[in-house]
């Protein structure tokens, strides 16, 4: 954070401050840029800039992190602020909060104090008129949806990547090394941790390190499947040795355990396992939604050797029933006081943490039945495994009844869009059902990739075992949204388009004979 104070007092002049923000350490420029248009607006205003926020490097999806806003909003909150506008570049800058109502929000605290927030490079005037108000309202809600478009195309590409062989972020970890390649996969350098290409043609493979490391992760493999020594014995005898992990710090069973499972030690290119989009909670991905590419590395230790451990991690577990799974689970919560997927793969004689997701469904599961229960509610993630599963079955049945009316119908297998009588496209989303305060609420997200020229909106009834209904969203009617909120009623507009049924759909797909009149 970077704050600037002059007090110097001149007559006839408002007091302001300026609130510039750059969202990466690459836009060397942003806030000089945006701090010249700020002057030039309290030039023409008659502004006197007496203070400077600045959030540097800020990504503007959340306040976390922005220390300077904060500051901004606390000195507002207590009446330590010495000025009587804020002045910002645009509607961008204040922020890209996914939630309009929040970036709202801080400017609803900045005005009831009596300080006034000026977009200095906006269109419009901030003076609470109707016009301002709905192109403000806009703004926001466009400055959000370019994050969210840009996750989904930075998603798409990186699978792309993944799936040709690149690597996408992370340590290469021990054993490993990451090599610079340019577009021809030419090798250009091994890089260091914490450097990153510079060249937006050039990727990043995963190369075997020093043979040195390389031994030490064969011997791992070799100590574990042929001598059965266990992940806490080999570290034990690592530590011995004075060998430290690719962190420089001592060896864990943990650590051991992660060098045992990982697939990148046998080439193998796996992403998405967990998942961190848009700054929002941390998820961990059903294997159903990996990304991988196999043999696309060139792997340092023998697939036999890599299956052969994979088969004695699961045989070492097998050997456990259900009750006496939970049982051990029970008695390290009392030791530990919390639960955790690295917490569980420390102990020894415990079985891991991807043992109790595959016999129970999911570690939350496993909680819930020793009576942990963590301080977020996931009950949302076994409803949308749930609603995954359903989705195929709605489009099947839903291509079923389309060809029952004598239509073609093709249908994209990578993305499910249906394309009939190639005349229109047509997508299918399944919309849980969320509880709020004992009102029933919707979100509908629109395929903006796609653009369908229909999405087809199966509105799953609460307690999301079954559809409800159904809302037919014509692309252009929708004005290009990418996400509708629904309560139970929603003036005429919204539901006109809802349908108990998707009888109405079909009916449009239906084949009608045209006799020529003479």
């Known amino acids: 954070m970077d704050i600037e104070t002059n007090v110097d007092f001149r007559g006839g002049t408002v007091r302001a401050a300026r609130y510039v923000r750059m969202s990466t350490d690459h836009q060397k420029y942003s806030t000089e840029n945006q701090a010249e248009i700020i002057d030039q607006y309290a030039a023409r205003r008659g502004f006197e ?151 937006q043609t050039d990727r990043v493979v995963l190369t075997p390190g020093p043979a040195e490391e390389v031994e030490v992760v064969n011997r791992i493999y070799r100590q574990f499947v042929l001598h059965r020594r266990s992940e806490r014995e080999i570290a034990i005898l690592l530590n011995g040795e004075g060998v430290l992990t690719d962190l420089a710090r001592p060896w864990t069973r ?112 496993a909680y819930q039945l020793v009576g942990y229960a963590t301080d977020r509610d996931y009950r949302y993630l076994e409803t949308n495994r749930a609603l995954r599963a359903l989705h195929p079955r709605v489009v099947e049945q839903t291509v079923a009844g389309i060809r029952a009316l004598g239509a073609k119908v093709r249908v994209d297998p990578a993305t499910d869009l249906l394309t009939i009588n190639e005349e229109f496209t047509a997508s299918l989303s399944i919309v849980r059902c969320a509880s709020l305060d004992g009102r029933n609420r919707w979100k509908i997200r629109l395929d903006t990739g796609l653009r369908p020229d229909i999405t087809i909106a199966a509105r799953m009834a609460p307690g999301n075992e079954a559809v409800g209904d159904y809302y037919l969203l014509p692309w252009l009617d929708m004005g290009g949204a990418a996400r509708l909120r629904l309560g139970e009623d929603n003036g005429v507009f919204l539901d006109a388009y809802r349908h108990d049924s998707l009888d109405g759909f079909l009916d449009l797909t239906r084949r009608t004979d045209l006799r020529l009149a003479a």
């Open 49 to 199: 800039i007496v203070r400077t926020y600045a959030d540097e490097g800020k990504s503007g999806l959340k306040l976390e992190g922005r220390d300077a806003l904060k500051q901004l909003i606390a000195d507002v909150r207590s009446g330590a602020a010495d000025f009587e506008a804020i002045l910002v570049y645009d509607v961008s800058r204040w922020g890209r909060f996914q939630d309009a109502d929040e970036s709202a929000y801080y400017e609803f605290q900045c005005r009831e104090a009596g300080i006034v927030v000026h977009y200095c490079a906006e269109q419009f005037e901030n003076d609470g008129s109707l016009s301002a108000t709905i192109i403000k309202s806009m703004k926001r809600a466009m400055a959000g949806e370019y994050c969210r478009e840009l996750s989904a195309k930075v998603f798409i590409g990186q699978c792309r990547l993944i799936n040709l062989g690149f690597r996408q972020g992370g340590p290469a970890g021990f054993g490993l090394r990451r090599l610079l390649v340019d577009e021809h996969r030419q090798p250009k350098a091994l890089l260091s941790r914490g450097e990153h290409k510079s060249l």
């Open 254 to 365: 943990g650590t051991v355990h992660q060098v045992l499972t990982n697939e990148k030690y046998v080439g193998n290119n796996v992403y998405n396992r967990v998942s961190f989009k848009l700054k929002k909670k941390r998820v961990i991905n059903e294997p159903d939604q990996w990304v991988r590419a196999d043999g696309a590395f060139e792997g340092i230790v023998d697939p036999d050797f890599f299956i052969a451990a994979q088969r004695i991690i699961e045989e070492r577990s097998r050997r456990f029933t259900d009750a006496e799974m939970l049982e051990r689970l029970t008695t390290l919560l009392g030791e530990r006081g919390c639960l955790s997927g690295l917490i569980i793969d420390e102990v020894e004689g415990m079985p891991s943490s991807a043992t109790y997701r595959s016999r129970f469904g999911s570690l939350v599961r």
